[in-house]
């Protein structure tokens, strides 16, 4: 397993930077559980790299909506002493009935007519004006509804990098080629002749190539040299590179050094990525 360190004294008890974060490649997507290690890249902790976020989906519903929601809710109060009763249907459905309270399903009937009528004032102007009048305004009986929960998180981690010396800008060079490849898929030939390469060489390429292969994915954990633990408030699940965005005139102009690679002096890379699962309350429990 190869692994590429950048500053060279990162994690050094005496010294250089004393937290870090540890990104491990993996293989696609499909072999996700996989515990082999492509490569790792260790760099130093930001404070951007510590945000985590915890997002639910509600969408507005208005009038009817409102109604009809709140008294389905009333109506489904048997559905407790079903999973009570261990599936007795008999016993289930007289508690359902006993449960069952007549004079909400009956205020929701006369809320729905009520409402109807203020959906019909609600359109017409001269109806409005009245009302106003009468210091009185329709309700349009707003609420929630729960969706689920919300969109995969992202992490952004911004890594600004000074070459001391040439053989510093090679390694730098080095990790964020990995990163970009980590990022993109290879190409891969199902029928006919096998060409040579590794999935991406341009022998492969062309209308007889249709087939991509996964990129790779990443667990990403922390590093802390005085404790020698890994970890952080929170944890992150297993996650794909989205985009990598590479500065090479971080210093706002273009510095190089004077080798035959013309190496750059200072580097700013920006990494997005995004875990592959949804982090529900059991998750939280578990640290995530």
């Known amino acids: 397993m190869e692994t590429l360190t950048y500053p060279n004294n990162l994690g050094s008890a005496t010294g250089g930077?004393?937290?870090?974060?540890?990104?491990?490649?993996?293989?696609?997507?499909?072999?996700?559980?996989?515990?082999?290690?492509e490569y790792s890249i260790a760099l130093p902790m930001s404070a951007q790299s510590l945000i985590s976020t915890a997002e639910a989906i509600y969408a507005e519903?208005?009038?009817?909506?409102?109604?009809?929601?709140?008294?389905?809710?009333?109506a489904a109060v048997g559905l407790g002493d079903f999973q009570k009763s261990?599936?007795?249907?008999?016993?289930?459905?007289?508690?359902?009935?006993?449960?069952?309270?007549?004079?909400?399903?009956?205020d929701k009937g006369e809320a729905s007519a009520e409402f109807m009528l203020a959906s019909?004032?609600?359109?017409t102007d001269l109806a409005k004006r009245v009302l106003a009048g009468a210091n009185l305004a329709v309700n349009p009986k707003m609420s929630l509804l729960y969706q689920g929960p919300g969109k995969f998180r992202k992490f952004?981690?911004?890594?600004?990098?000074?070459?001391?010396?040439?053989?510093?800008?090679?390694?730098?060079?080095?990790?964020?080629?990995?990163f970009r490849s980590s990022t993109l898929p290879g190409y891969?030939?199902?029928?006919?002749?096998?060409?040579?390469?590794?999935?991406?060489?341009?022998?492969?390429?062309?209308?007889?190539?249709?087939?991509?292969?996964?990129?790779?994915?990443?667990?990403?954990?922390?590093g802390h040299s005085k404790t020698g633990k890994i970890g952080t408030p929170f944890k992150i699940a297993r996650c794909v590179c989205n985009s990598i965005?590479?500065?090479?005139?971080?210093?706002?102009?273009?510095?190089?050094f004077d080798d035959s690679e013309s190496s750059p002096f200072e580097v700013k890379m920006t990494i997005t990525f995004t875990e592959t699962s949804i982090i529900t309350r059991d998750l939280v429990e578990q640290g995530f």
């Open 156 to 178: 952004t981690f911004e890594f600004p990098m000074i070459a001391e010396e040439p053989n510093d800008s090679a390694k730098i060079r080095d990790i964020i080629r990995r």
């Open 61 to 74: 519903q208005e009038g009817l909506g409102t109604v009809i929601t709140d008294a389905a809710r009333k």
């Open 120 to 123: 019909t004032i609600r359109k």
């Open 245 to 256: 965005i590479t500065n090479y005139a971080a210093a706002g102009q273009p510095f190089f």
């Open 17 to 37: 930077e004393g937290h870090w974060v540890l990104f491990n490649s993996f293989p696609s997507l499909f072999m996700s559980s996989s515990n082999q290690i």
């Open 86 to 106: 261990g599936g007795d249907m008999s016993e289930v459905a007289v508690a359902a009935w006993k449960n069952l309270n007549w004079s909400d399903v009956k």
């Open 188 to 222: 891969k030939q199902l029928i006919g002749d096998k060409k040579s390469g590794s999935g991406g060489s341009t022998k492969e390429r062309g209308a007889g190539t249709n087939f991509f292969t996964f990129p790779s994915t990443w667990d990403i954990t922390f």
